[in-house]
């Protein structure tokens, strides 16, 4: 079996919180390992914010910024106020990377490029002189009484050191090299884990005439989540509709507590298309318009109101019928139920999508396992646990990352300063 030179801090994972670390503990003077089981770095970091990472959210005051984590906020004061958002901001700016705030306190870089974050982060760790190997898959690790001592690779080679970060990510697109690995670990090592599932993920319908809307978003829509006749939960924003169902922010953000409706029983989703009219008012449009071209079919009249594409498969459902008849010709009843079916565009939700389409997933260590002030295991004072290994619920807008660029930090720094 070979053995690896010893080093001080070896970071398993070379995602946005190993890398966060290693960088900070290599400036503090350690020297650091990093492994990485891919042939490249921050895999899916590339892919944040739609390929312009999101890289926090511009929610200054600590207090409000951590009412977004109301489960694990009590454990995270110490680590936001050793490295919070506004020390986010300085950091990219120290390293000619400023970043831009936009709609819902989003922030990202300025050249709104991802590569720009990795690269801001490459460097950070060739300045300190980060020893990386990619391509080496850690799959195990060993302990003597209460400390880690080796690390095992795919090829049987062990790696020693006195100090080690576990940052191998969750469950979420496990096709950027985050398979749960280091949850596994941790399980093993004796630490009380929580099953990860798809949290922050687009949720999916049967109903085809919905699928076929794919690529059509549309901003201000009020969608409702009704189980047994009773709203369940109220939601206005953006909806992306896609080929197996709805996504974007507003969805992805009502995952979690769709996903427990569902557990349940059945859930509808319920889309006003028009939420600041009343239906009285939109009745009074729909007259007005269908006076107006009553020579025309009906598939060549809404669409005059809302987008072709939506219109159609709206006025070709089962209950509606209307494509093809004039607009002269609609009666009373007709016209009602299409007002009717307008504010409260109905169909099936049957599920939330799987891991791979997941941007967050929950799961992992519990936190009362974590010593926060140093992100170290409460088991192994010499094993550090950060990003998505830890089980925090949060919403998408820069929550995740933020969490990635904190823990990264308040480890490096802990591990720089007791060497
Ligand atoms: C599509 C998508 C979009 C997103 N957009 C945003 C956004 O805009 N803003 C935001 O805040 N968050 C976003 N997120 C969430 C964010 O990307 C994650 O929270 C973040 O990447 C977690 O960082 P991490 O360092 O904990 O782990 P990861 O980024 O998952 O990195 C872990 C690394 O460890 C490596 N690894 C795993 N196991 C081993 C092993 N056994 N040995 C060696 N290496 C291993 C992996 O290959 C990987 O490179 C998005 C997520 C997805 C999927």
């Known amino acids: 079996m ?62 409000a910024f951590l009412n977004n984590f ?10 936001f106020a050793q490295f919070g958002v506004q020390d986010t901001f300085d950091f990219f700016s120290a390293h000619n990377l400023p970043l831009v705030v ?67 990510g969750g469950l979420a697109a496990p ?38 809307l794919s690529g059509i978003s549309w901003s201000f829509m009020k969608i409702r989540f009704v189980q047994e006749e009773k709203t369940r939960l109220r939601k206005t924003g953006k909806i992306l509709f896609t080929h197996f169902g709805i996504s974007g922010p507003l969805i992805i953000n009502s ?23 009343e239906e009285a008012e939109l009745d009074r449009k729909i007259l007005n318009l269908l006076t107006r071209l009553g020579d025309k079919k009906m598939k060549n009249v809404l669409p005059e109101m809302i987008f072709k594409k939506i219109a159609l498969e709206i006025l070709d459902l089962p209950l509606l019928q209307l494509s093809e008849k004039f607009a002269k010709n609609i009666t009373r009843e007709e016209r009602k139920n299409l007002v009717h079916t307008l504010k409260n565009l109905t169909f099936p939700i ?19 396992e974590v010593d926060f002030t140093t992100m170290t295991s409460r088991l192994y004072p010499n094993l550090y646990i950060l990003g998505d290994v830890l089980n925090i619920n949060r919403p998408s807008g820069g929550f995740s990352l933020q969490l990635c660029w904190t823990t990264g930090f308040v480890a490096g720094t802990h591990i720089g300063t007791t060497l």
């Open 2 to 63: 070979k053995t690896f030179e010893q080093f001080d801090v070896i970071v398993i994972g070379g995602g946005p919180s190993g890398m966060m670390c290693a960088g900070r503990a290599a400036e503090l003077g350690a020297r650091v390992l990093l492994l990485e089981k891919n042939a490249t770095l921050g895999n899916k970091l590339l892919l944040t914010g739609g390929g312009r990472c999101n890289i926090t959210n511009a929610i200054f005051d600590t207090n």
């Open 70 to 79: 109301p489960e694990a906020k009590k454990y995270l004061h110490s680590p």
């Open 102 to 168: 936009e709609a819902r306190n989003r922030a990202f870089p300025q050249t709104q490029h991802a590569q720009d974050v990795l690269n801001v982060m490459t460097n950070y760790m060739r300045k300190g002189k980060v020893t990386i190997r990619m391509n080496t898959r850690i799959i195990s690790l060993h302990r003597e009484a209460q400390k880690i001592v080796s690390l095992r690779d795919q090829n049987n080679v062990e790696y020693r050191a006195n100090k080690f970060v576990i940052a191998t």
């Open 175 to 212: 096709e950027t090299g985050s398979t749960g690995d280091g949850v596994t670990f941790l399980d093993t090592l004796g630490h009380t884990t929580q099953k990860s599932n798809p949290n922050l993920v687009p949720l999916k319908t049967n109903a085809k005439w919905i699928h076929n």
């Open 255 to 277: 995952a979690f507590e769709v996903k427990k409706l569902l557990e349940k029983g059945p859930v509808d989703a319920v889309i006003d298309l028009f939420p600041d009219t």
């Open 350 to 368: 049957t599920g939330t999508c799987g891991m791979d389409k997941a941007i967050v997933a929950d799961g992992g260590v519990k936190l009362s």
